[in-house]
């Protein structure tokens, strides 16, 4: 098993498929979709897998696909299919967060493929607000594969918000009357220092005890987990009994980093081992070397006893991580 040097068991491990994306949200920001021919720095399907398997091997639970967007990578149901099998060896859960912009015609056989949840991000109800966000018009496609991955059986869909002051901060209700609505989870998120344009300041952001006196002002909620236990994000029910939930995640005023558990891989093959570190570890470079198993195990565990203890964000010593959160894997 893997314990970094805080005694944090590590056993979630989030996979980025691509720095690419078909959205330009305005805190993200990252390189245009491809169009053509892989970009050779990214890790092949059969690299991630075998990648995979050792992490698997040294007791990753939970594996999140995610990018980028990483429905812009082709085939990436063969991907979900090889991942699936290593099930066989201990991995609980194969997850995927995507904008949802296509996922509804692909929902029913990326389950059949052995993807187990999914989570989709959408910042707005309004469509003149959504594009302004996300640079897209695909509102109605999300909305539709939203539906479609309900149809598909997923349990848990989960839909994430990043609440930015002057931009969707009067939607918190909406949001919140949506995840009563079609009985999902949505999780409001703090807006972190990871934009690429480097726009973040404490006054654009609204902290998660604003969102939380929002929802409750107009539908009272009540905390349902009164420890995160690894999780992320604290989560409330609907004090009327409605169906639904909603979860604030608080990176920036109330961290988690003490019980953190994640570990990423970035699409070009680099351990990150959090969001705002500014070293990386190259499987790619070890793997495409010939190193055995054992190497790539090592390299895991060297990394994973390096985790930084937690992010430093508004201290006057913090630093932009070296990558934006597309390029990272978010
Ligand atoms: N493209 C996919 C999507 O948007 O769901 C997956 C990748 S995206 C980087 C993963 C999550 O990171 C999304 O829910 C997005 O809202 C969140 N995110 C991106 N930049 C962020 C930022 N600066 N602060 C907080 N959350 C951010
Ligand atoms: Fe693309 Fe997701 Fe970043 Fe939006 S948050 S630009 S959908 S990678």
Not at 99 to 116: E, I, P, V, W, Y
Not at 120 to 132: C, Q
Not at 167 to 184: S, T
Not at 272 to 286: I, Q
Request: hydrophobic share 40%; glycine share 8%; aromatic share 8%.
């Amino acid at each position: 098993m893997l314990f970094d040097s805080f005694n944090r068991r590590i056993k979630d491990l989030r996979v980025s498929v691509t720095d690419r994306c078909n959205f330009r949200c305005f805190y993200c920001d990252p390189d245009p979709a491809p169009c053509g021919s892989i970009d050779p720095k990214l890790l092949t399907f059969e690299e991630i897998h075998s990648l995979c398997e050792v992490f698997v091997s040294l007791g990753i639970e939970k594996i999140r696909l995610t990018g980028g967007e990483p429905m812009v990578r082709k085939d990436l149901d063969l991907l979900v299919g090889q991942l699936a099998g290593l099930k066989r060896l201990g991995l609980q859960e194969l997850a995927m967060i995507t904008n949802g912009s296509n996922f509804a015609n692909k929902a029913a056989q990326f389950r059949s493929c052995g993807l187990d949840r999914v989570t989709f991000s959408l910042d707005s109800l309004k469509p003149d607000i959504f594009r302004s966000i996300t640079g897209s018009d695909k509102l109605s496609h999300v909305l539709e594969s939203i539906e479609a991955a309900r149809s598909a059986g997923y349990p848990n869909i989960r839909v994430n918000a990043v609440i930015v002051r002057g931009r969707n901060d009067d939607e918190i209700v909406d949001l919140a009357q949506f995840a009563r609505r079609n009985n999902l989870a949505v999780r409001f998120i703090e807006f972190m220092p990871l934009d690429s344009r480097r726009t973040w300041d404490r006054k654009n952001m609204v902290t998660a005890t604003e969102i939380r006196e929002t929802i409750n002002s107009a539908f009272p909620i009540i905390l349902k987990n009164a420890s995160r236990r690894g999780e992320t994000a604290w989560t409330y029910r609907f004090a009327d009994g409605s169906g639904g939930e909603i979860g604030l995640i608080a990176p920036v005023t109330n961290a988690f980093c003490g019980e953190c558990s994640r570990i990423r891989l970035t699409a070009d093959g680099q351990i990150k081992t959090c969001l705002f570190s500014t070293k990386e570890y190259d499987l790619r470079s070890l793997l495409r070397k010939g190193g055995s198993r054992t190497e790539v195990a090592n390299l895991i565990r060297f990394a994973v006893a390096r985790k930084i203890a937690g992010h430093t964000i508004g201290s006057p010593t913090f630093e932009y991580s070296s990558r934006s959160m597309s390029s990272i894997g978010g």
